[in-house]
């Protein structure tokens, strides 16, 4: 991995709690924003749905499409240009083809406030807990098809969203496509966050030899739905290196490539890696080989 061209950087993943008031949401994103950038930040990251959540009814008149966008990007084109910094929009709900559905979108903005990338989320939370929690993305959700890397000063980003975390093939191939660092922006249900928050992030981190920046959503957002919070940044040996547990606030760490290039040479297990379609079916009857 090339160091030349990049450098060690501190990023900010940024924690609010969004409801169907879109100028309070933006005002909350803006004014944490401003604080990370004042305490280091040169990269901010937001969380999942980070301009809305509420009624589907209340979120299809808010659509936009991209690049070109409306209002809610407009502000946030003006918030990267007054940070002066890439800021990564992390759930964007955009316009989609499809006049009943839209995507589930990360925006990177660069410093100016152009539109550097575009990842429209894969994998679709449809899901009822024991809990009472019902969430069905797919009814209102177009899945995304496409990989995403964009480039910020650190290196190569990977964009993913929420409950894309589970499943491990989308990150190895980021990591193949040469990502330093793979963002999570999520709302996390605070019972599967409980339960698989930390040990996910970790071990897509562990098994990708990245940095995993996570911005989450926090706290109750209606009487039907309420996210787990925890926004995390994971070094690549898993380490969680900032953390901020509940309540409006941001998670701040330094993302060094130089870290990454290090852990990758003392365990390089990216390099050891088999392809699946050139294994063997098991043989009837065969014992297997234990090892260590």
């Not at 709900?93 to 990177?108: L, S």
């Not at 930390?198 to 009487?223: F, K, M, S, W």
Request: a negative charge; one cysteine or more.
């Amino acid at each position: 991995m090339a160091t030349d061209d990049v450098r060690a950087v501190q990023v900010a993943a940024i924690q609010h709690c969004a409801t169907r008031d879109v100028a309070g949401n933006l005002d909350a994103v803006e004014r944490l924003a401003l604080e990370a950038r004042e305490a280091g930040a040169e990269v901010v990251m937001t969380a999942e749905a980070f301009a809305y959540i509420g009624p589907d009814r209340g979120k299809r008149a808010l659509l936009e499409p991209l690049p070109s966008g409306g209002p809610i990007l407009d502000r946030c084109r003006q918030l990267a240009e007054r940070l002066g910094c890439d800021l990564v929009l992390g759930g964007f709900h955009e316009a989609a083809p499809d006049a009943g559905k839209a995507f589930n979108t990360c925006v990177h903005l660069d410093a100016r406030g152009e539109v550097a990338a575009l990842y429209r989320k894969i994998h679709l939370f449809d899901i009822e807990l024991a809990d009472g929690t019902e969430l069905h993305e797919s009814r209102r959700t177009a899945p995304g098809d496409a990989l995403t890397t964009t480039r910020l000063p650190f290196g190569l980003l990977g964009l993913t969203i929420c409950y894309d975390v589970r499943f491990p093939y989308l990150y190895q191939a980021l990591a193949d496509q040469g990502a330093v660092a793979l963002t999570v922006p999520s709302a996390f249900t605070a019972t599967t966050g409980a339960a698989h928050w930390h040990t996910l992030l970790r071990a897509r981190a562990i098994e990708c030899q990245c940095y995993v920046i996570a911005p989450a959503q926090h706290g109750r957002h209606n009487d039907r739905r309420r996210s787990y919070g925890h926004s995390l940044i994971v070094d690549p040996w898993g380490e969680v290196i900032a953390e901020c547990e509940d309540g409006d606030g941001f998670a701040l760490a330094v993302i060094d490539p130089a870290r990454v290039a290090e852990v990758r040479e003392q365990l390089p297990c990216l390099n050891h890696r088999v392809a699946a379609a050139s294994l063997q079916p098991p043989q009837s009857g065969a014992r297997a080989a234990c090892g260590d």
